[in-house]
């Protein structure tokens, strides 16, 4: 009776929209597979800000940044780029910018490393997985906004310093 109901009930809408498809993930993002491609990405952006991620496609930390920057890409369009380094493909930059943890955001303006205080400690890169959409584009608004200004130390308005928020 109740797929009669069902049946019987003239949608407005169609079905497939209660669908969730499978998230973003990496391949909607392009990759840089050597060193040079990465050294390229930052060298020949003039005026947008780089934001690369590096870690792994498959892990799960990166995973879920991989859908955060997938939705939020669309939106920082005009004044961000992002990419994703496999860190075991293009390992010259590991040592380089301390590359252990397994998901790793840095940012870059105008061939220049920019520094982020999130209220972490480490004022290089996120390393965390930042999934609140709107939060990451607010970082990433702030990081352009004082590198645009020749800051090479950005403060961010959220502290991350605890695990837990009250």
Request: hydrophobic share 40%; proline share 4%.
């Amino acid at each position: 009776s109740a797929l009669a109901f069902f049946v019987a009930l003239e949608r407005p809408f169609p079905l497939w929209s209660f669908v969730r498809f499978p998230p973003h993930m990496a391949y909607l993002l392009p990759h840089l597979n050597d060193g040079w491609s990465v050294d390229q990405a930052i060298v020949n952006e003039e005026e947008k800000l780089v934001l690369i991620r590096f870690g792994h496609d498959h892990d799960e930390t990166c995973m879920q940044v991989d859908d955060t920057l997938a939705d939020v890409a669309e939106k920082v369009k005009n004044f961000c780029v992002i990419f994703l380094v496999d860190t075991t493909e293009v390992p010259d930059f590991n040592k380089m910018y301390e590359l252990y943890d397994p998901c790793s955001m840095m940012f870059f303006h105008r061939n220049k490393h920019i520094m982020v205080d999130l209220g972490t400690g480490n004022n290089n890169k996120i390393n965390w997985a930042l999934t609140d959409r709107q939060e990451l584009i607010d970082i990433i608004e702030t990081v352009y906004r004082g590198a645009r200004k020749g800051r090479g130390l950005i403060v961010g308005s959220k502290d991350y310093s605890t695990k837990y928020r009250y």
